[in-house]
């Protein structure tokens, strides 16, 4: 699976956008971007993913850049309870079976978001 | 209600002792994970299972063993042979699809102290 890079830590403001950066710029054709979340001390929460349009469900949006080297996890109104660690991964996708599924984490970006 | 399930939450054992986790799951998933999350740090795949009766090992397998006899289970068989076994540890399970991509879920952890 293709390596991924985030910023350490962000900060955002109640009832502001987050907008959280991922590069991966090894990704393949066949991979998928994946975000999670870990609230702390929790199990990670699956937000979105994508291959390369733009998605959006009731949680966030996800925008990929053209070349897919990149992406940004939009949260459109951050709340105190979006204050989490949050992951961005790129894996191999389901289609053909047998080469699904390990996801693989790196360390994260913190997210705090304050009143 | 579906869902994954980790038992114990909190588990305490002396150095040297084998202590296996429980993992549970009634979303009729294929796919199941175990990962090792230790402070300040991302998660760790140590095994995974894509079927009943078949597993591999993950990225740090050393000092773990498990087994996969029914769909629903995936045990987590912490050894003595695991240098450092203080750590929080989840399970994931995942739909297996060669049509759709589908996300893991994962379970609330449990945390093990050795000591």
């Known amino acids: 699976d293709a390596k991924t890079t985030q910023p350490t830590s962000m900060d955002c403001a109640e009832g502001r956008a987050a907008n959280l950066p991922c590069n991966h710029s090894t990704i393949s054709g066949n991979e998928y971007v994946y975000w999670y979340r870990q609230i702390h001390s929790q199990g990670p929460q699956y937000i979105i993913h994508?291959?390369?349009n733009n998605e959006t469900n009731e949680m966030a949006s996800l925008i990929i850049t053209e070349d897919r080297k990149s992406s940004t996890l939009i949260l459109p109104h951050a709340t105190l309870r979006d204050t989490a660690v949050y992951y961005c991964?790129?894996?191999?996708?389901?289609?053909?079976?047998?080469?699904?599924?390990?996801?693989?984490f790196g360390q994260g970006t913190i997210l705090t978001v304050h009143p | 209600d579906g869902g994954i399930t980790q038992s114990p939450k909190y588990l305490f054992r002396k150095e040297g002792q084998n202590v296996t986790l429980s993992c549970e799951q009634n979303l009729n998933h294929d796919a199941m994970y175990w990962y090792r999350q230790d402070p300040g740090q991302g998660l760790r795949l140590i095994y995974y299972?894509?079927?009943?009766?078949?597993?591999q090992k993950g990225d740090i397998a050393e000092g773990y063993s498990v087994s996969r006899e029914k769909k629903e289970s995936f045990p987590l068989t912490v050894t003595s042979a695991q240098k450092n076994p203080t750590a929080f540890y989840l399970c994931a399970s995942q739909y297996r699809s060669s049509r759709v991509n589908t996300e893991a879920f994962f379970g609330q952890g449990t945390r093990l102290t050795v000591v």
């Open positions: 991964i790129v894996r191999v996708a389901n289609a053909g079976g047998t080469s699904y599924g390990k996801l693989t």
């Open positions: 994508g291959l390369k």
């Open positions: 299972s894509q079927i009943v009766n078949d597993f």
